[in-house]
RNA sequence: GGGGAGGUGGCGGAAUCGGUAGACGCAUCGGACUUAAAAUCCGAAGGGCGAACAGCCCGUGGGGGUUCGAGCCCCCCCCUCCCUACCA
């Protein structure tokens, strides 16, 4: 007779993803709500929202997705209101190049591949409240979008520049940073350039104090903070003015962070983009600099930076003075060149150079043969400018008029003063971190809510009027000459200010991808509010994000765009908080197998086969060698999460994800451990059904009792406990593989004591398992004749009492290493355990002298005999 | 070059305060059940010497140190992955 009542996941999650969809299980309420329940503590856990791209949500996105899910639903059983939302950042570039590629509008595919992630997430049985979904590209979301835009723009944060972009002469567009890599195009690879264009900028800068200052108040990774930190790049230092000779009205500023070196300094050095240097130039050096700036534009940054080890430049012809010397003599002036191993970008483009306490000065003075003078000693015994070295450190100042003798530090204040006093230098910090590009010459994007007037004025679109919406076009690819894509429809752009009446140009220019994600996580709070991006209440409610999950790529761009707007909003008092997310934890990537040939190369997985624990290339005998990379479509090693399922069943992929390792840690892939965590499951489904009987649980499990444990139930109960007090703390250090382990000790034990389980036992078993494997666990939840779903069951409690034993193991060891084991009272005194443990090694102390032995209670006894 | 994370069996990983290294799972091997197989169950297993479930030695990338005792703390070195890249 085959057995009926087996552990069937497809026909359980099915059934319990339904029911939970049609009970509104999941659904969060707000304080406004009519059944909001103001007696809970609210617990706000998001992930990083995804763009729903083509190919469909892989193994390594649903790692972050799982975890915060398992939180989810744990905090909701022990008696949180949970937000946990989940939606899609379907602006970008991603999904206009997928929409160019596929030949559909990009409309078209965000709703396709959105209906599929959907699906995907379901199937996964996430615990959502999917009446909070937003989609960033849809106008019910990205009016606001545009009315945020609008307050930065009233609160004077964003402007226009001309900005260079990159231009890609091959592909006869314009991209955006992020398609442009190492200065090549993402796509295809062709060399790009820079052009300067009129951007709209986004002061970020003006926040960069306030970023860095609250670091301080949030629970973050320290990786992270650290390169937010450095990606803020902040640094103190001095702006400096040098008067150039045959230049009367204007004098070449520098930044530098040791005006203490300023008596070393044998050279000034322009970047090739310098507004000055035209000016600056001698007509006889006019040929070589314009070509040598020429050269410079065309280069890519990766042939200006990493190939451009040996430094390049070319003497202007003209010379700049020491504002600190007198300009007669000799020494104070100092050559004009222009390389381009200084960028425009950062201080004022141009620097004094002091080779002998400059690396990048030095390598260049050496190179073109220029003076070096050594203006800091060097502590004792460390080479310095005098033995024909650069020294970048502090020391002491020498050869430097008023700063000598100063230790470095004194004699940074002390220079200042002297450039203050002469009015020809002051101190000033200077910030890596730039105004952040805020436009793109791109079709799929937020319009811009303005109105450029005739007089040149630009004005905020009243806010009744938005959202703008997307014109519907045709043809949408980037044009030929860089221009917008919205500019090809005039009917569009061409408008009239409803304030006067007047004729008006729309701005045809688009935000960037990364505009939806700098609020997502606010209107999630609110999410069906159309009077405003979300009301007050619910933001000081819900916010701010208490656990914030995501991938370490995200560690600068998103999460620093995030803060930057988070804490305008909060001055503008749409915020209650300085900061948008409290915690943030970064998932390890999934890696996945793959193959290379003797040459290294990589071989797609489909051309593969594994012999005997070997593998070969399928149908001949060259050996591959299996190696640990990233998932990548070009390898076919990209692990779908549906054809898991498919095989094995929902509760069976999650348990996996957590199992692999701690969620921190990058960690392979591996089918071949899947089975494992199935197994587990059709244990503990035996350990509560019998599957010859077709009665939903073992007739015992439907007793309750409150009778005093013993024997074999006894012993359940402790394993039990032992299992929850893991199971909490695997949650507290994000490492639920431990938690696994934990439960599936349980049901190995309780498999090898028959029928003592007890009722209360399996239920808090199923309690703990519950955010793992939920479909499972509502099922027996189900079987075991509970009404309510587990998901709102209360998470069990760990009594600590029945953890204690009478006796334990007591470890001893000679001279550290160990030589046996004893069973002792738990409350045997340290007298008695050191007896008892020298009778088990009487043999090893025999003859032997005792110089101490330790007896640390609870653990061991140590004999240090010689 | 700078910053970050890491290195433990054949594999993924445990070891929470400096105290039994290798939990749990995979793969492997042996056994039970079966006509047989699958599934399931039971058992073995870091390496070495040994008939041995006796005993001893070695063992957490390498070398040193602190300690009664080190995977864990300190110093030096090697390797891997990720991010970043002339920031004056």
């Known amino acids: ?157 964003a402007y226009q520049a001309e900005v260079p972009v990159w231009w890609c002469e091959e592909l006869k567009t314009v991209l955006a940073n992020e398609e442009v890599i190492n200065g090549r195009s993402e796509r295809g690879n062709h060399p790009c350039e820079r052009r300067p264009l009129k951007q709209w900028m986004l002061k970020i800068t003006a926040f960069a104090d306030r970023l860095l200052a609250d670091l301080e108040e949030i629970d973050w990774p320290e990786s992270i903070e650290i390169q937010q930190r450095e990606w803020i790049g902040r640094s103190e230092g001095a702006e400096v003015d040098f008067a150039v000779e045959g230049l009367e009205d204007e004098a ?335 998932q390890g990537m999934i890696q996945a197998f793959a193959y290379q040939d003797a040459t290294e190369r990589l071989v797609p997985t489909d051309e593969v086969e594994a012999r005997g624990g070997r593998f070969f290339r399928v149908g001949s005998d060259e050996e591959l060698t299996q190696i640990v990379t990233k998932m990548a479509k070009s390898l076919g090693n990209v692990v779908n999460p549906d054809d898991i399922i498919a095989e094995y069943g929902a509760d069976t992929f999650r348990l996996y994800e957590m199992f692999m390792g701690p969620l921190a840690d990058s960690k392979p892939w591996n089918p071949r451990d899947i089975p494992g965590c199935r197994r587990f499951l059709d244990r503990a489904w035996r350990m509560l059904v019998d599957p010859d009987d077709p009665a939903p649980v073992r007739p015992r499990l439907l007793e309750e009792t409150d009778a005093a444990l013993e024997g074999d139930a006894l012993f359940l109960e402790r394993e039990v406990n032992r299992a929850l007090s893991r199971v909490d703390d695997s949650y507290e250090r994000f490492n639920l593989n431990t938690g696994i382990a934990a439960l599936m000790s349980f049901v190995n034990e309780a498999g090898k004591r028959g029928g003592a389980l007890t009722r209360s036992q399996a239920e808090r078993f199923l309690s703990a398992l519950a955010p793992l494997a939920p479909h499972f666990c509502e099922e027996l939840w189900n079987r075991l004749g509970h009404t309510g779903p587990i998901a709102h069951a209360p998470w069990p409690e760990v009594a600590e009492a029945s953890l204690e034993e009478e006796t334990y193991e007591l470890v001893v060891q000679v001279n550290g290493k160990l030589r046996g084991r004893t069973q002792v009272s738990q409350a045997a005194e340290p007298a008695a355990l050191e007896a008892q443990a020298a009778e088990i090694v009487a043999a090893q102390l025999e003859g032997k002298r005792l110089l101490k032995a330790v007896v640390v209670p609870g653990k061991l006894v140590n004999f240090v005999v010689r």
Request: with cysteine.
């Open 252 to 586: 070449l500023s520098v930044f530098t962070t040791r005006p203490d070196t300023l008596f070393g300094a044998t050279f000034m050095v322009v970047a090739p983009e310098h507004p000055l240097l035209e000016r600056l130039v001698a007509d006889e050096q006019r040929a070589a600099v314009e070509d040598y700036a020429r050269a410079a534009a065309a280069k890519s940054d990766l042939e200006r930076t990493d190939l451009a080890r040996d430094k390049s430049g070319v003497f202007t012809g003209t010379f700049a003075v020491n504002p600190l010397m007198d300009a007669g003599e000799e020494c104070a002036r100092l050559p004009i060149w222009v390389a381009d191993y200084v960028l425009m970008g950062y201080g004022t483009g141009a620097i004094m150079a002091v080779p002998g306490h400059d690396e990048r000065d030095f390598e260049f003075a050496t190179r073109f043969d220029l003076p070096v003078i050594e203006v800091v000693q060097p502590p004792v015994g460390t080479p310095g400018a005098g033995d024909g070295a650069c020294f970048s450190g502090e020391g002491t100042a020498v050869n430097s008029g008023l700063l000598d003798g100063l230790p470095t530090p004194a004699a940074i204040a002390r220079a200042v003063e002297l450039l203050e006093d002469g009015g020809t230098g002051r101190a000033r910090v200077t910030y890596r971190l730039r105004d952040w590009l805020f436009s793109r010459q791109r079709y799929w994007g937020e319009p811009f809510p303005l109105l450029h007037l005739e007089d040149g004025s630009i004005t905020l679109l009243p806010e009744e009027d938005l959202p703008l919406e997307l014109p519907v076009m045709e043809d949408f690819a980037p044009s030929a000459e860089g221009s917008a894509p919205l500019a090809r429809d005039p009917d569009w752009a061409r408008t009239i200010d409803p304030r006067t009446g007047r004729p008006a140009r729309r701005d045809t220019d688009t935000m960037p991808g990364w505009a939806g994600s700098c609020w997502y996580w606010l209107r999630f709070m609110d999410p069906h509010n159309d009077e405003q991006p979300f009301s007050a209440e619910a933001e000081s409610y819900w916010g701010p994000v208490d656990l914030y999950v995501g991938g370490a790529a995200h560690a600068v761009m998103h999460l620093l765009y995030a803060r930057f707007w988070h804490k305008v909003l909060h001055d503008a008092g749409l915020v209650s908080t300085a900061e948008p997310f409290q915690a943030l934890f970064n």
């Open 1 to 157: 007779m085959p057995a009926e009542n087996r552990y069937e996941p497809h026909a359980i999650e099915s059934r319990w993803q339904r029911l939970w969809e049609q009970r509104g299980t999941f659904h969060a309420s707000n304080p406004s709500d009519a059944d909001f329940d103001p007696g809970r503590p609210k617990y706000y856990v998001l992930d990083m929202f995804p763009y729903p791209s083509g190919s469909g949500l892989h193994v390594g996105h649903a790692l972050g997705y799982v975890a915060t899910d398992a939180i989810a639903r744990r905090k909701r059983m022990q008696g949180y209101n949970v937000l946990h939302p989940m939606g899609w950042d379907s602006f970008g570039l991603p999904a206009e190049q997928y929409a160019i590629q596929t030949g559909k509008h990009p409309a078209e595919t965000t709703a396709l591949n959105t209906a599929n992630y959907r699906a995907q997430l379901k199937r996964i049985g996430m615990a959502y409240d999917w009446s909070r979904e937003i989609d960033t590209s849809s106008p019910s979301y990205y009016r606001w979008t545009q009315r945020l835009f609008g307050v930065l723009f009233e609160a004077g944060l």
